[in-house]
């Protein structure tokens, strides 16, 4: 029976308890069970590398009343790194720059307590609050290789004063060259001088040298100066040199043989008075013909008269004697006056003779006793010399 009267009164206390906690005010429950609540988010890169940055982000919700989030509350679990804290309002970025520590399952956690709600109540204030995993990977190493210039030529290898070479300088690089600010003022002339000309093809310089000047000989080359070039690393080219060309002595040969005249023909060499005779001018020269100027006026009839015709043929001049007049006999010929022709070092050619023809008898039988047609005969009649008719 007192059992029985126990379990009432236990009921009875718990349906006042009941009743009261209801009939409580609403916002006073509200109060009582708001706090300040953190969050973290997840690292800005999973995959960072050794000496890089990743970020965090923090957000506080609920009735916040203040923050002094510090980076002592920040902690590194596995790694190091440089801590810094940015943001306003209910919201933090945790910045972690120059990770050390390569390996996987790195992650951060912020202490509890790192804010307070208007009620006093502190964030998180049992646990800390831990990130999400990443892993830190080993970094690229410094490009410590410097670009590397080469000079190719030259071209020619060898020259005569005045004349021009050109050389490239090639530069190249195990990543890639950032820049390139080779001037003229970088190339050094060993031996000699020379106008300076660079241009640009690609990664490479072309480097034309004109009009150059110096004494006679080899060991004439060019020098690059170091620095010249740039990879993205900071590293700088080298210096280098050139292979030599030679500059030569420039043997200017004098043309002191004049061009060769000769007469070929006569074609035919025997002719009756009035045919036609043709000869051949024939001019060659050690170097070349550089003008033939044979007229009328410097062919010379030699026992005989005609009339002269020239025909050009190449460096030959075809002459045509017609209506061929003279004596009876040989010894008729043709001569051609000296200077007909010139080369190119100004050296005139000679005069010439040419070989004979001569003038035979035209001896053709002529009939002594004219055929004239008797009355009533035709135009063409011709006596019978058996009949006489």
Do not use: H
């Not at 126990?6 to 349906?15: A, H, P, R, Y």
């Not at 390139?180 to 000309?197: Q, Y």
């Not at 035209?362 to 006596?383: C, L, M, S, Y």
């Amino acid at each position: 029976m007192k059992k029985i009267n126990l379990m009432k009164k236990v009921i009875s206390i718990l349906c006042v308890l009941t009743i009261t906690i209801m009939t409580l005010p609403v916002g006073n429950y509200v109060s009582a069970l708001t706090g300040v609540y953190l969050g973290i988010s997840a690292p800005s890169n999973y995959n960072p590398k050794s000496g890089d940055t990743i970020n965090f982000t923090l957000t506080y919700t609920g009735d916040v009343g203040n923050i002094w989030l510090g980076t002592g509350s920040v902690v590194l679990n596995g790694f190091t790194a440089n801590k810094s804290i940015s943001g306003s309002g209910n919201s933090r970025t945790v910045t972690l720059s120059n990770l050390q520590g390569v390996g996987s399952g790195k992650s951060v956690s912020i202490t509890g307590g790192t804010a307070i709600s208007s009620s006093g109540e502190l964030s998180n204030s049992a646990n800390s609050v831990v990130s999400g995993t990443f892993t830190i990977n080993p970094a690229t190493p410094a490009d410590t290789t410097k670009p590397v210039l080469v000079i190719t030529g030259p071209n020619p290898n060898s020259i005569y004063l005045g004349q021009t070479v050109t050389y490239v300088a090639k530069y190249t690089d195990n990543v890639g060259i950032a820049n390139n600010w080779l001037g003229s003022g970088s190339i050094i002339l060993n031996g000699f001088t020379a106008n300076k000309s660079i241009a640009v093809s690609g990664n490479d310089r072309i480097i034309t040298l004109t009009n150059i000047q110096g004494s006679i000989g080899g060991s004439k080359s060019i020098s690059i100066t170091g620095g010249t070039a740039m990879d993205a690393a900071g590293n700088l080219a080298n210096a280098a040199n050139s292979s030599p060309f030679t500059i030569v002595q420039n043997v200017v040969v004098t043309d002191s043989i004049p061009p060769v005249l000769v007469i070929t023909g006569p074609n035919p060499n025997s002719i009756y008075a009035g045919q036609t005779v043709t000869y051949t001018a024939v001019y060659t020269d050690d170097i070349g013909i550089a003008n033939i100027w044979l007229n009328s006026g410097s062919i010379i009839l030699n026992g005989f008269t005609a009339n002269i015709r020239i025909a050009v043929s190449g460096n030959n001049r075809i002459i045509t004697l017609t209506n061929v007049q003279g004596s009876i006999g040989g010894s008729k010929t043709i001569s051609i006056t000296g200077g007909t022709a010139i080369d190119a070092a100004g050296n005139l050619c000679n005069a010439a003779t040419s070989l004979p023809f001569q003038i035979v008898q035209n001896t053709t039988p002529v009939d002594p006793k004219p055929q004239v047609p008797p009355v009533n005969r035709p135009a063409d009649w011709i006596e019978n010399p058996n009949t006489g008719n």
